[in-house]
Nanobody, 128 residues
Framework: QVQLVESGGGLVQPGGSLRLSCAAS????????IGWFRQAPGKEREGVSC????????YYADSVKGRFTISRDNAKNTVYLQMNSLKPEETAVYYC?????????????????????WGKGTLVTVSS
């Protein structure tokens, strides 16, 4: 059974850091591009970052460049999102998704297009 499970969310103070994990089962992540997306309360889901299956290229939304880092550990079948200098407005449910095609980017923002498998999300709350 194909499954993605996110973990690592929680409560963090503004300026703090969290590392999210996206663990896959039922398929090998190394053959898939992996994206991170988030949905804040009352807002549409937006792309945050993506790592390509073909060459490991990484992409970031402008709002997180320089603060977030996406990486993958194929041996553990897991992709990570290191988030630093978090802001209150980044409170959201964070989702990972996997797709067999390369990352689709529009105006620097990863798109959901081509992402076939989704996790259920992990809540990140940035608050003092």
């Amino acid at each position: 059974q194909v499954q993605l499970v996110e973990s690592g969310g929680g409560l963090v103070q503004p300026g703090g850091s969290l590392r999210l994990s996206c663990a896959a089962s039922g398929f090998g992540l190394d053959y898939y591009s992996i994206g991170w997306f988030r949905q804040a309360p009352g807002k549409e889901r937006e792309g945050v970052s993506c790592i390509s299956s073909s060459d490991g290229s990484t992409y970031y939304a402008d709002s997180v460049k320089g603060r977030f880092t996406i990486s993958r550990d194929n041996a553990k079948n897991t992709v990570y999102l290191q988030m630093n200098s978090l802001k209150p407005e980044e409170t959201a449910v964070y989702y990972c998704a996997a797709g067999p095609v390369g990352c689709r980017i529009l105006d620097g923002t990863p798109l959901e297009y081509g992402m076939d498998y989704w996790g259920k999300g992990t809540l990140v709350t940035v608050s003092s």
